[in-house]
């Protein structure tokens, strides 16, 4: 076995590598950039590299900076997490030249599979059902067009370098594909370096399900059985479970054992997925696979009991699997969320920062369920805008999909984050929602959910007057507070049980002395459990001037508190009023734009794209809110631009 191993990542992934080859026995060397010299992953390992400018094309992307730590400290093996250089066959080339093991697949596999078109030839030719469509390089858009008309609308149009749900278009017609395939094949070009484009059939209404392979050097391959990522925002995962609530036990079978023929046939080991697209009859076809260990990849581990990092870990270093197919059973259910750095409030833009609080619910495994979170940040810890906006996979375990729902709905609203904005509200909505609980699910389910995205709910009346109980016994708790440290409280002073709570202009009178409920809540506590009869809830509460925000899933609600005389006051208080800026498109985060896509004169309508923004890893597209005429474009296309800067400016019309 190696006794030290180099992690060539950073986040989350990187310290989820360590505590397995910790838990081993085995030393660790991290790397970092200088935007990562106090990060978590920096800290944990055992000893740690600097290996260069924060921009990881500069630092975790250069395989010689990698290779060049390796002999510093002696580290034997590579892990490369998921990312970064996980996929790149020369990196591995490079490794082999010096001597150093890669904890992965062999090259041959990596570039067969990093590859959509010839992963497709091959899989074919290994007996893999693959989903209908040419295939060959599509050369020109009267080419796209005649293999679209053979397939049959609608199609999707992908890019075969592409990766991270980059680059993929879906056409309903001759019009949209010609348009689809100029936009797919720029877009690869920019984001890959290689415009090579293929045309398959768009399944409808489908269930995104993939099965985790493992396999050691000796040929021994097996199934780990299925995760269902359904549950995708513009074709990038959010939620994920397993196993999947759709598949039988023949369809399972069938896929697992067509995933184990395909990577016997790319002389594959260590751990793999094999990501297929389900229709809704159950038809499976595959859609790429993945080289190396996902970023989904524990809720197999909830599930199955093994340790994949582990797995891989060893069969780099030579050893056989310990266990044969007919030892890996099904568990329980598995759920993680994916917990992101970005505005749900603001079309999901990536948002960047401090965390000045990072409360989730520790990590415990009882009465048999079980809370995993895996992250790379703590409180303090900054989210840049060089690397990816996940900040934490939070999973659950339980005997039932129901119970891991409950589970998980329980963890988020534990959950308080602060100093950034962040996707738990959204995430808590698709945990609440009844269709998440039916199983009914599809690739489209936020598209058709969330059709006009996410936004704040309104609170019902109910809510407003249990907001306002809870707002009052937290002011009074904080004002007992007070007068205990100041020495006042006796049997002659004690803090007043009537309060007035002003939400929305409105007053909600509040005597505790006579109200039913009990908080569980300590002053400086961000997390509020109020209990009115058999109902419980967990609310996350910042204090403000002369109140609370208070926030409860997808309600966020902005309270006064104060004495009964005070409050007909408050009505006279000025509204602020915020600067008016609907005229102008402004830049929300520092990042590249990379395309504007209106001209100075245009005339745009409500939700039309405006601008590309390239931050984070993320394409965001800028909207126009409102119809209005263009009059002014400030920035260029390719410009690198700092939050704030007006992009362009607009005119009623
Ligand atoms: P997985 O395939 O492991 O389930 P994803 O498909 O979400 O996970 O991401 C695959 C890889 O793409 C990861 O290495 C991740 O760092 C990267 N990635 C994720 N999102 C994006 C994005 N929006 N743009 C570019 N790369 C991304
Ligand atoms: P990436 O490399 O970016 O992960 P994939 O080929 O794995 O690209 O596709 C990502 C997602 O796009 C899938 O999970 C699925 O939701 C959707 N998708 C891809 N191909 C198809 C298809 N032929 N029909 C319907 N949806 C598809
Ligand atoms: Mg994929």
């Known amino acids: 076995m190696f006794k030290k191993i180099l992690i060539a990542n950073r986040g989350e992934i990187a310290c989820r590598v360590i505590k397995s080859a910790q838990k081993m026995g085995i030393k660790t060397v991290a790397v970092y950039s200088d935007a990562d010299a106090r990060a978590m992953h920096t800290e944990m390992a055992d000893e740690a590299v600097h290996i260069g400018p924060s921009v990881a094309a500069q630092s975790y992307l250069i395989a010689d900076k990698i290779i060049a730590a390796c002999k510093q400290t002696g580290a034997e093996a590579v892990h490369p997490g998921y990312g970064f250089l996980s996929e790149k066959a020369s990196f591995m080339q490079a490794l082999a030249k010096e001597g150093i093991a890669f904890i992965g697949p062999g090259e041959k596999a990596i570039k067969v599979m990093g590859d959509k078109i010839e992963s497709k030839i091959f899989a074919a030719e290994a007996g893999v059902s693959t989903v209908p469509g040419s295939p060959d390089v599509i050369e020109d ?100 479970e397993a196993p999947s609530s759709f598949l039988d036990a023949a369809t399972r079978k069938a896929m697992g054992e067509q995933s184990v023929a395909l990577a016997k046939a790319c002389g594959y080991h260590s751990a793999g997925t094999v990501e297929f697209i389900v229709d809704v009859d159950r038809n499976f076809y595959f859609l790429e696979m993945n080289t190396r260990l996902q970023v989904e990849h524990p809720v197999t581990e909830l599930i199955t009991g093994v340790d994949l990092v582990e797995q891989m870990i060893r069969v780099a270093a030579g050893e056989n699997l310990p266990f044969t197919q007919k030892d890996l059973k099904i568990n329980g259910w ?94 808590s909505s698709i945990m609440q929602h009844p269709r998440w609980r039916s199983g009914n699910i599809s690739t489209n389910f936020i598209a058709e959910e969330f059709p006009d995205g996410f936004d704040y709910r309104i609170a019902t009346a109910d809510e407003k007057k249990t907001i306002a109980i809870l707002a009052s016994l937290l002011t009074y708790r904080e004002k007992r507070r007070q007068l205990a440290i100041s020495g006042q409280l006796d049997e002659h002073l004690e803090a007043p049980t009537d309060w007035h709570v002003v939400i929305d202009r409105e007053t909600y009178p509040v005597d505790i002395a006579t109200s039913p409920a009990t908080l569980e809540w300590s002053p400086g506590d961000r997390l509020a459990k109020l209990i009115i009869g058999d109902t419980s809830n967990i609310y996350q509460v910042t204090p403000q001037p002369g109140g609370w925000k208070i926030s409860f899933r997808d309600l966020m609600v902005q309270v006064f508190v104060c004495r009964p005389a005070l409050s007909p006051l408050l009505a006279h208080m000025p509204e602020k009023v915020e600067a008016d800026t609907s005229n102008m498109l402004i830049c929300p985060m520092p990042g590249v734009l990379t395309s504007l896509l209106v001209k100075e004169g245009d005339i745009v309508q409500a939700g039309q794209s405006l601008a590309i923004l390239e931050a984070m890893k993320m394409e965001n597209v800028l909207h126009a809110v409102k119809k209005a005429i263009v009059t002014k474009i400030h920035a260029e296309q390719g410009a690198q631009l700092a939050v704030d800067t007006v992009i362009m400016e607009f005119e009623a019309c």
Request: glycine share 8%.
């Open 141 to 240: 858009a009267d080419h796209a067009l005649k293999i679209a008309g053979e397939i049959g609308y609608p199609v999707m149009i992908k890019a075969s370098a592409g990766g991270g749900g980059k680059g993929m278009r879906v056409a309903w017609d001759e019009a949209e594909a010609r348009e689809g395939f100029a936009r797919a094949k720029s877009e690869a070009a920019n984001a890959f370096g290689d415009d090579r484009i293929l045309i398959e059939k768009f399944i409808v209404n489908p269930r995104h399900i993939e099965i985790q392979i493992l396999a050691d050097k000796a040929g021994n391959t097996v199934y780990l059985h299925e995760r269902e990522c359904s549950i995708q925002r513009r074709n990038q995962k959010v939620v994920e």
């Open 334 to 427: 598995a759920i993680e969320s994916r917990i992101y750095a970005e505005d749900p409030f603001k079309e999901f833009l990536p948002s960047i920062g401090r965390l000045r609080r990072f409360n989730m619910p520790s990590e415990k495994s009882e009465g048999g369920i079980t809370l995993r979170n895996d992250t790379g940040v703590t409180e303090g810890s900054d989210i840049s805008m060089y690397y990816d906006p996940m900040i934490s996979k939070l999973c659950t375990h339980a005997p039932t999909r129901e119970a891991a729902t409950d589970a998980m709905a329980e963890a988020l609203d534990q959950s308080y984050i602060d100093g950034i904005q962040h996707n738990i509200p959204f995430l």
